[in-house]
Structure formats: C-alpha cells, structure tokens
C-alpha cells in the first residue's frame, strides 16, 4: 500500500481529529496572510516582528515547544500546570473515555470528574509525547543513497539508513526516535520525544456540552462547544512536574490580537503534484466518502440493535461522520476550478524556473513526470488498495499486526515495515496489548461490512477474497473468525507476540489463522506501494523539494507531518453575507441557540448545562475564531497569546477551512477554539470543578512572570 | 414616463417597506408548497382544506380584512384592540417618527412613549385605509374598449372608464375608492376604503432596538430586532371603536403551526413576460442600484456635517440603504440562471398552449411580441426615464405636484393623471398640505445631487436639462431654487392649489416658477409613456392573463399591487449549510450577539435594552420565520394562527427571499416576524409601557371567542 493512501486510511479510522489541512497555493509562498505551520528550527521570525513587532525570545520558543505535548492517536495538547495537568479536546479524550466507559458508567455521556487524586482513572493505551529536540540528518540520509541504482534499491537504503538513525537515536538517549520527511522528501530530520504512558483522566464535561450541535454543527461557525478535556500525567505513581507548562491567561482571547497554536497538524497536500491531487480528486477522495458512508450505516445498524450497543459506538459514529464531512469538504476544495487553477499556475511556474536553469533542469525537471508515471500505476491498483479494508474493525487487524511483529523483528532493524522498528516498537506494543474493551458483536458485524464490501468490489476471483473468504460468505466467515478467537483478551496477543513464530504458527486461533492466510498478499500489495510508488515519490519529492528551496529559499514551510508545529494567525470574525460574524460567541448564545431549537436534539442542553445555566455569567467568552493554519491533528491545541499564556484551546476548523488540506485562505476560513474563560466558567459553574480551575489559575495569579519561573522536580 | 419604471422609483423613494417580492415559476402555478398573495375573492381554500384541514368561515375572512389595516405610506398593519390601537413595524413608522421630531427630541433615537391618552401625538400626514368592499368590473372596463382602435385611444377609454366607476363609487358611498388592475390587466376591480387621517403615535421603541444589526443584519436571519410600533386611530377627536380587531394569541408563534399574513404587498413580477424581465435586469435595476447608491453616498455626506443633519437623514439612510440591498439581491436572482430558465419555461409552455388553440392564437398569440416593442421602444427612452430624477428630494417634487394640480383638476376627470383623480385628490392634498418639517439645507444639498447626475447622464442639450438649469451650474441652481422657495410653508402650497391656475400663474416663488419651466418636458415624457407603453401593457397583458385563466383556472393569483392579499405558510426553521437554522430567535441571542462583538456599532444594545435586561427573561421568543409569501409593502402585516389570533408581525424577508420578486422557493427563503410575545416582554420590561400591553391582552383573556364578539360604537 503506497504511504500516501495508508497514511489517509490509518488517519480516518484512528483519529477523530476535528481539524483540517493546509498547503501553499501561490508562488512564493509566504505570501499569504498568516499561512504556515512552521517547524521550530525554522520560524516565521521575519513576518512577526514586520508584521507584529513580536519577536520570540529564544526562551520563549523553548518554552512552548517543551510545553506541548502530543496525544499519539491524533491530537494535541498541552501542559497547564506544575502539577502535570494536561489540557485537551473531549474529542480527543473520546477515545480514552469510551474505554474507561461500560454498560454501567457511561463517562462519555455523563462525563468524568476526579474530584481527588485517587479518583483520577488511568487510559488503558494513550500515549503522550513532548518534543525534546530536533537535529537535521538530511545530509546523513541523501549519502547513504546512491543515485544510479534502481529507484527500488535506493528507497531500501534510504529507509535503512532512516532505521540506523533512529536506533542509534534511542539507544544513546532512550528516547523515542522518529526521523521526520519534511518538504516530500526534501529535509530529514530526527525528532526526539520524551514518552508518557501513565496518563490519568481528570475532568471531561459531558459529550452533549462539548459537542453540542452534533454532526449538524460540526466544522461550522458560530459554534457553543465546551470540548476540553483534562489528564493528569504521572511517572513512576506520581504526578510529573514539567519544567515547561502554560499559564493560563487572565482575560483570554481577545479581538484583533495575536496568537499563536502550538500542535501536530496531521497531514496537508499543499505540496504535492497537480498528478497527486488530481489522483486524491478522482480516486482517493471519492472512493473514502463511500466507504464511509458505508461504514456510518453499518454502526447506526449495530446502535439500532439497544442502548448498549449504541453506547459502544458512540465514539466510532463520531469518528465516520467527522471524516465524511471533512472529506466532502476537501473534495469540494478539489473540484474548485479557482482552487485548482492556481495550484496548477503555481506548479507551472516553478517547473518554469526549472527549466530555465540548466543544471536544475536536468537533475529536477523530469520530476515531476515521473510521479505522475507512478500516480499512473497507482490508479491500476487503486481498487485493490483500497477495498482490501478492514476499515471500522478492530480485532482482524490486530490479528495481522500480530502476524506480522513477529516475523518482521526477525529482520534487520534497517528493512522492517516502519511501524515494527526498533524506535517505534515500544508504542505499538502499548498499542497492541491495551486492556481497552472489544466487542465482539460488534467486530463480527464490522467485519462482515468489510468482507462483503471487498466481495462487491473485487469480486470472487481476487486473491484477497479468495483467502480472505475461503468459499464461506462474509457473515459466514465473520462469525467463524470471532466467535473463535481468544484475541480479544490481551493476554494472549502478549502470549502470541512473546512466543514469537513459534507460538503464531501454532496457533489455531481462527483469527490468527486468517491472518496467517492473508499475509502473503497483504505483503505483496505493500511491498509493490513501496517498491514502486513511494520510492518515486520520496526520491523525486527531494528534487522537487530542492527547487523549491533554490527558488524561494527557506520562507516556505513543509506540509504537515504531525509533528510539532507553530502557526500563528489573529483573533478575528469575518463576513458573511451582508453581515458579519463575531469573534467570538457567549454561554448566553448557547442557551439562546437551545431555546431557539426549543432544546430538541443535537440542540439540547446537556443535563448539568440546564441544572445549572442559573449560575452561569451570560457574557462568558464561549468559542472564539482566529485566522491561524490549522489542520486535522490540531485539534487540543494550545492557543497562547505573546506572553505564551493559553487563551483558548484548538478544537475545529469552520465549514470554509476544508479546503486549507490543499490551500490556505482567510477570506472567511478560520480556526475555532474554546475560550480559555469559558473553561474556567465551566469548571467552576457547570461541573464544580473548582480544584481543577484554581489549579489553572493559582499560581498564575501567584506569579506574573509567565516564561521565567518554574518549580518541583522538572522532568524535562 | 412608463407606469412599471414610475412605481419603481416611487417605491424606492417613499417606501421604507423592508420586505420583497413573488411570482409564479413553473406552470401550473400553486404547484410550490405555499406561494401565493391572495386577493380575498380568490382565497387559496382548496389548498387549506387538503394540507391543513383548515377551512375558513365567512366570518373569519370578513374579520381578517377588516381587522388589516393600510398603510398609505407604504405598509400594513392591524387594529389590535377594541379602542382602536394599531399595530406595524417601527420602519413603518420611521418616517412619521421622523417627522414628529426635532433638534430637541429625537424620537427615532429615544423611541416615543405616551403614558396616557393626551400624550398619543398626532402624526403630520399619515393616512390609514381599510379594505371595505370589493368588487368585480371587468366587464364594464373592458366594455367601454373599442378593440379596432389604436392602443392610444384604447388605453384612454380604458382610463376614463376607470375614473368613471371610482368616481361613481366615491360619490355614492363616501369611500376612497380605486379601481385594481389585477393580473396584468386581466382583472378590474373596485376596491372600497374607509379612510382614516387622524392618526396617533403610541409607542415606539428605540431605533436601535427596533433595527439592530442596522444595515448589516437588514434582510438576513437569525435576527433579533424588536421592529414594532403602534398607533391609534381617532375619529372626531376620539378613538375608533373597531368591529374587527385582532385578539393577542397567549403562546404565540410555534413551530410547524400554519399561519396568515394578511396584508399589502407592494409590487411583483411574476407574470410579466421575459422581455419585461430582461430590461428589468439590464437596464432598470443597474440603473436604480447607480442612483440609490449616489444618493446613500450624498445623504452620509450630509449627515457629516453635524449631529443635527445626521439627525434629519436617519430614515433616508436607513430607506436608501434597505433599497440598495433589496435592489441587488433582486438583480441576482434576475441573473440566477435558473429562475430565468424556469421563468422562460413556462413562459414557453403558456405560448405553445396558446399556439394549439386556432382561435387563441389568432387572438392572444400576437400579445408577447407586441410587448416585446414596446419594451424596445422603453429602452429608447430608458435613459429619459431615469435621469430627469429628483429622488431623496421634497420640495421640487411638491412644487412639481401644485403646478399639476391645478392644470388637472380643469380637466374631465377620466383625462387626467391617476393621482389628480377625484377619488384620489383627498389623500393627495392630504399628502401636499403636509405639516412635516422640511429642512431647507437637505433640500438644496439633494437637488444639486440630483441635477448634478441629470446634467452628467443626459447632457447640457438634453431638454430637461436645458431647461431645469439654464444655463447655471446644478449648485447655482439648486441654491437659487432653495433659497427663494416658501414652498417648505404648508401654508403657501395650499395657497397656491387653492389660488388655482391664476395663483400658481402669477406666482413668482422661484421654484414654482422652474417647475412650471421644466412641466411641459414632464409631460412630453409621461404622455409618450402612457400612449405607448402602459397602453400595450395593459391591453396585451389583458390577453397573456386570459390565456392563463384558460390554462389554469383561478388557481393562480395576480401579482401585488399594494392591496389586501392573505398568504399563508408554516411557521419554519431551513436548513443552511450542514446545520439547521432555528424557527425563532430569543432574547437571550440578541444579548449574546451584542456580548459576541464587545457592543461595538450596529450591534450594540439599545440603552433601554442594555439598562433593563436583567428584568427580560431571556428565553423569550424574539423572532421568527414562516414560509408566507411576501414582499415589500407586507412591513407591519399582522401574523395570524387559525384561531385569527395575532401571533406576530411581518418586518423582513431574508437574504434569500430577495428573489421573491420573480419567483417563490421555500427552500431556504422566509418571511421574518417580530413574535407576539416578544412585543410584550418589550412593552411590559424594556419599556415600561404595560398598559399598551394590557390593552393588548386584556380583552382577549376576558373573550375567548376570538371571531364572534365585538364592542363599542363600531367604525366598520
């Protein structure tokens, strides 16, 4: 499977992500208004202080850097106390929150609140990461390539070298390695993590008050969502004390000011060839929405079957309607004629400044034809690719991670699959052995949508069906592989994975079977994707990239990697129509918006909402929109004013921001984020939570200088 | 000058009437859910009794008309109490607000309230007409015709007929009578009016409560203006005791609930041809939208000069601006390639319905050609038409009107202008005698504009030109003019009419005098208008509307013509986006929308709202939308449940309703109503006016049949 279609189905069937992408449409960039997501060894200095007067100290940059944190299945967030409180989404948390949850304590619909340490409840399988360092290997990684071999080989030395950067990366430091393709291949650069496992909920409001609107209201503006979410961090059974942690802003987010985001944008293509977006326009694209879709049905059907099964889904409704509003969104961006004329102008024009240069024109010209010659193989395999699916289902695809973890760390750290080397192994087996509960009604119902799906569309006589099906039908085959497998107690996936080929050949686990089944042609699919697809983007992607250097020097920043990024953008409403749309919105426009509905679904108060509107101040800040460039995996944010105090925290893009995928604009596009007083507000009024609130505000009040005092034991 | 171009400018320049237009797309109209402006000889009960199961009694259609009230000025409204108190919008009202105030008590600012009957103050030229009869003389109209004549002589006999049947009808009844041309000429009826010219100011809110959002929010939802005022009617220096009123509803508006709008909507262009429709669109609007703009442009200019002059502008500004809006959103439903396209369809279908029929084609077939030359010929003279202007004036129109009146009145009354008809001459002097304040510093600043854009349109050797400025400059003149006038004096224009031809000859008033100068090319111009254009008008749109009557029956209804039509609708949210937009509006939503902006201009509260709105309870309704088909001229139309109870007040259409004019669509476009609980909750906390709202309620808690009682010396 090419990198470019994995990385969109693992984005759409693991993140809940309520954020968007972004890409350079002019040439130069920079151009814009306040586009970029900026990597940290490249900030957009110039533009700040011409345009702000601002300009970051050094401290000031390592501070928000360090402050930050990753949530490793899709979001962001971020640290606001000495304490190791970390600040989220709900829908980032939504994840976590569905695991802790049962039949008989529902967390998402009634949300958690510890109100003392010991009633903080650990995940079962979150991991978060805080950005240590970084140092460019690009040099190191283009040596260990020799240009005169087949496309095939050079990938392979690439990805070895990539491999031995890493290992010896977390062998020296311990910590987590990843190195990092920036600009499609152009720079390389290893990122170093420090690695939390051990993290605790604290406080999540109910789903209805953090999402209200439901689907409908989803990606638009004006928006009345308190989606925060809170954790607590803890190493070795105790709270950590960050050097790094946010204060949290007196007044908030207010009109007209800067701000910056600090998070891990997901994935843009503002980069990628006229072949590539043109490929994601008519294949990818509409391919995903109907699967989707499909998939969107499949767990309404399984919620309509009673309360319990409803609840189970509850997360994964969410996840599909989100990705399929997102990417109907990103297809209209696609289908735009202004939009794509001019990325088209912009590709143009830098192929024409290649052209006239010749050197450039030799080594680089030929690029961008040759990805469009393996966009063209693409295409042939494109059904394969993308219905070999087990999309929305959990335990057949641990079955084939188990198969595979075996057999791969037998291999050489250097020709692995990405995902099992050395660097990466300690996560996936956090992954891989979660205590988190699974259904087995259903991953029975789920998988049967896949098999029948992939039936409809290959057909009887693709090898993947033949193996997948072995003559049974999908509901058939379904119910054998579930209603036999053990792989639902993570116990034995530790058994299996620790007894290593041993233990997975002899397995007769159904399941483990399956995948034992399935493996030859799993391989061979993604092999061939690397072999001949991603080798030629990668390598070809460089050159590109290299001309994009030569001509607009480093004023451009890469596409998003979900690494940490900084963009920073202006608290501002914009117009609509005759008529203009406000900053920002109140608790009182949330009341108003349910008495306006006459309090029907998804436009209902949540219960505490309604229990206690009485004792909520009105004219509280609620959400509030900026023009920063923002994108799925930006979701839990930190938005911080100069003095890096939070004033909000990133949880969606408005209906217009869809397109920022492929180009940004601010006519009418903007980030949405919940108010840093509405959290308070919250907090304190709706969820009497007023520990988790002074905990926000104390020592802030305590202390004035934001960026030069710290306390407690620093684990950073 | 043409009859449809004289309406136009002459709703531009006198109507504040902030609402739009309708007409029937597809043949058979009555197809489209709930289009339609119903004369009440032709109520929609078909419709009613199978979607609603609702039929009305002859008691409830006689209360229903009689209980609606004109007003003359451009609006409707409704008598709302036994004691005569009438109900409409605050814009409806502006221009009597306007003229009641002064450097020393702005009421359009402050709002008006009379806390007892000696403090009801009487407005300066407002007059209030109700519907009491009507009746068909289309056969007699059509009679006096002699077909084998020229279109000249037809339409003179057509006019004197007309003049005729009023004059009989005024004579022998007293009442205000006119005679309708329903369905382009299809139709004539006589309507009968009782007349009412002693009208009294009640209440009226705070502009800025009443309008909020200002021009901005004008034509768009969610909205949340109070836009309401009221008025009662004397007769010998006492109230009216009204037979019909409209009782107030307990609940109000609700969700999904069929209501009535019973009022007068101004004017329409559903059924003119394609022809008429494309010089709309190619010539009229892009004109007016020119000219109301120069003028919104000069009046800001104006009201630049001081807080006095920004004073006396306010209802210019506010009636410019609402006609520049509504005037562009027609234009681009004229340019929706759609509603053209449907619009020529079933322009198509009627001709080829026409063409199979021997007779009918020999007869009507001809029809649209004919008027299709005659619009060649109004675009010859477009230019003409549009800039011998004097919009945003009032003395050189007043001065233009004596010099008439006194010629016309010699005249036997079928010869003469409508206006200077014996059945019109008593609104008209009421009109001419005006005691309103006329600011003589507006006046000469307006007329330099206005001579400024004929000078630069048409061209020093343009005869209007020529002879309105001889040879000064726009300035000179317009100095000149304004300086010597004593026409501002109600006192000297009754002199001058009652002097007669000798009086207006003899006088020397230098405005008189240039009006007497420039009447002969006004005339030149009006008479070719009616001679050639008006007459084919009438005379083919005669024929076009019999051949719908054959295709279709009375299922259709006539566009408006600023009589009592009923429309009815459901009271309705829409969707927009991927989310829905509500039914209504509360309270609480205007405060937020005045939170979510910090209170910065135009959406900044009120100070009576901002200083009392801790007593509104904020889940009060506000506003709402219902699919009732309306337009311009519906302001102040009373909102009516089954029952016949007053559930609110018409004040807008949204953005989306712009298009009305040609076409109805429900799909998003609604009819915008302040709720009949919100004017309580306005009148009881905000303003402390509780005993309007007693008298609102009072009766109608003590009666609960709504359609059967009555009290006091009746009027009607």
Redesign the interface.
């Known amino acids: 499977m090419s990198t470019r279609t994995c990385l969109r189905i693992t984005a759409a069937a693991t993140s809940c992500a309520a954020l968007l992408a972004l890409a350079s449409l002019l040439a130069p960039p920079g151009a814009r208004a306040e586009e970029g997501m900026w990597t940290f060894d490249n900030l957009p200095l110039k533009p700040l202080e011409e345009k702000y007067g601002f300009t970051p100290s050094p401290e000031w940059i390592e501070h928000v850097q360090r402050a930050a944190v990753r949530f490793n299945d899709g979001g962001s967030g971020a640290f606001v106390s000495d304490n190791g409180l970390v600040l989220t989404n709900h829908h980032v948390a939504l994840g976590q929150l569905q695991k802790v949850s049962s039949a008989k304590k529902d967390y998402v619909k009634d949300g958690f609140y510890a109100h003392a340490a010991a009633e903080e409840m650990k995940c079962p399988d979150l991991e978060l990461n805080v950005l240590m360092s970084t140092e460019d290997v690009t040099a190191r990684v283009l040596v260990a390539i020799q240009p005169g071999l087949p496309p095939k080989q050079q990938n392979e030395q690439r990805r070895a070298e990539m491999a031995r950067i890493e290992k010896e990366s977390t062998d020296s430091t311990g910590l987590r390695s990843n190195v990092i393709e920036l600009y499609q291949g152009g720079e390389y650069w290893l990122y170093r993590y420090k690695k939390y496992t051990d993290v605790r909920l604290v406080m999540a409001p109910e789903q209805q008050a953090a999402f209200y ?1 439901g ?6 503006y ?1 928006r009345f969502d308190l989606d925060m979410a809170f954790f607590r961090v803890y190493e070795n059974g105790k709270p950590v004390h960050p050097r790094h942690w946010f204060r949290w802003s007196r007044a908030g987010a207010k ?1 007209g000011e800067l701000v910056f985001v600090i998070g891990n944008p997901g994935r843009t293509s503002r980069q990628e060839t006229m072949k590539q977006l043109e490929h994601d326009r008519d294949d990818v694209l509409p391919t995903l929405l109907q699967q989707f879709e499909l998939r969107r049905k499949a767990f309404y059907d399984y919620a309509a079957r009673g309360p319990e099964q409803a609840r189970q889904v509850k997360d994964r409704i969410f996840g599909f309607e989100n990705e399929l ?1 997102r990417s109907t969104g990103m297809l209209e961006g696609l289908r735009d004629p202004a939009l794509m004329g001019a990325r088209a102008a912009a590709e143009r024009a830098l192929r024409a400044q290649v052209s006239r240069d010749p050197k450039l024109a030799r080594e680089i010209g030929p690029a961008w034809d040759r990805i469009a010659a393996a966009q063209a193989q693409l295409e042939r395999r494109h059904k394969e690719l993308s219905y070999r699916s087990l999309l929305g289902t959990r335990l057949a695809p641990l079955a084939g991670m188990i198969v595979r973890y075996v057999a791969e760390v037998q291999k050489p750290n250097g020709q692995r699959y990405e995902e099992f080397r050395d660097s990466n192994l300690e996560s996936l087996r956090f992954r891989l052995f979660s205590p988190a509960p699974i259904y087995p009604e259903l991953e029975e119902h789920m998988l049967a949508v896949n098999l029948q799906e992939s039936l409809d569309e290959l057909g009887p006589r693709d090898p993947y069906v033949k193996l997948a099906l072995g003559g049974r039908s999908p509901r058939e085959t379904a119910h054998e592989l579930i209603a036999g497998t053990k792989l639902a107690d993570p116990a034995e996936r530790r058994r299996l994975v620790e007894g290593g080929v041993p233990a997975v050949q002899a397995s007769t686990d159904p399941l483990i079977e399956w995948a034992r089944g399935i493996d030859p042609v799993y391989r061979e699919l993604r092999d061939w994707g690397r072999d001949n697809i991603e080798s030629v983007e990668k390598l070809e992607g460089n050159k590109i990239a290299r001309a994009r250097f030569a001509a607009y020097g480093k004023s451009i920043y890469p596409d998003a990697t979900f690494t940490l990024r900084l963009s920073y953008g202006t608290v501002a ?1 914009y117009p609509q ?4 749309v ?5 608790f ?2 949330l ?3 349910a ?4 309090n029907k679904p998804p ?1 209902d108060l949540s219960p505490l909402e309604a229990q206690r509107r009485a004792e909520v101040s ?2 509280t800040p609620l959400d509030f929109v900026s023009t920063n460039d923002i994108i799925g995996g930006n979701s839990g944010s930190p938005v911080l004013n100069r003095d890096g105090e939070l004033v909000g925290v990133v949880f969606d893009g408005n ?1 217009q921001s869809l397109v920022w995928d492929y180009a940004y604009t601010d006519a009418q596009a903007r980030a949405v984020s919940v108010h840093s007083s509405a959290m308070l507000e919250g907090l304190r009024k709706i969820y009497r939570m007023g520990s988790v609130a002074d905990e926000l505000q104390g020592p802030a009040a305590a202390k004035p200088q934001a960026l030069t005092s710290s306390q407690g034991g620093s684990q950073q």
């Open positions: 609107g689907d409908p209201d989803n990606f638009t004006p009109e509003k409403g129509g005759t008529s203009r406000p900053y920002k919105t109140t009182g426009g009341f108003d918006r008495a306006s509905f006459d436009f009105l004219g209906i």
